[in-house]
């Protein structure tokens, strides 16, 4: 493991090279917090929704005034009100989950373009029940299926796990022409 050529202390994570006529002349190992002291990598903002976009998400009527709006409750657990939602980008508590769920509802509806969570089975594993019967044509790639499938590209592809981000690819090329995944 190679440490941080500028303070001595943390795994490097970012390398620099000097490249001269196609050669390696030279290199230099950053951390993450040098890397952007350094301006080599842009600092990391958070990531904040602006009142405006979380107002559109929540499919609010912008302005106080407006007669179909209705009183602000706070969630019973953590006090946070649908304003404080809206400006943070973030609920406080488990709770505001119910306490919000009015507001919520749609908006995971446009968001994930479901109201409940769907997820995977393992690799293998059939659903609970007796024994298989005939293997079914596979069905068509839903929308879930090909955010997963460009999910799992993106994180192979980060992780530098090549063969398979082509296999991947691939398969998202076919369910995007509308094939079944196999």
């Known amino acids: ?5 500028a303070c001595q202390k943390a ?3 970012i390398v620099i090279m000097d490249l001269s006529g ?13 890397a952007e002291g350094l301006g080599v990598v842009a600092p990391k903002a958070q990531m904040k929704m602006s009142p405006e976009i979380l107002e559109d998400l ?8 407006a007669p179909t ?15 404080d939602f809206k400006q943070k980008g973030r609920l406080g508590c488990p709770r505001c989950y119910e306490a919000f769920r009015q507001d919520l509802v749609p908006l995971l509806q446009r968001v994930h ?12 594993k059939a659903a609970a029940g007796g024994t298989p019967g005939p293997t079914p044509a596979p069905a068509l790639p839903t929308g879930d299926q090909l955010a ?19 296999r991947l690819r691939d398969d998202l090329r076919r369910a995007e022409k509308g094939e079944a995944l196999s």
């Open 58 to 65: 929540l499919g609010t009527i912008k302005g106080a005034t």
């Open 1 to 5: 493991m190679q440490f941080c050529s």
């Open 69 to 83: 709006r209705r009183r602000e409750v706070a969630c019973p657990g953590c006090g946070m009100t649908p304003q």
């Open 22 to 34: 196609g050669s390696v002349t030279g290199q230099q190992h950053l951390c993450g917090p040098c």
């Open 113 to 124: 373009e479901a109201t409940q969570h769907r997820g995977r089975l393992p690799a293998g």
């Open 11 to 13: 795994p490097a994570t």
């Open 148 to 166: 997963e499938l460009r999910k799992r590209l993106e994180d192979a592809v980060r992780g530098e796990r090549y063969e398979e981000a082509a």
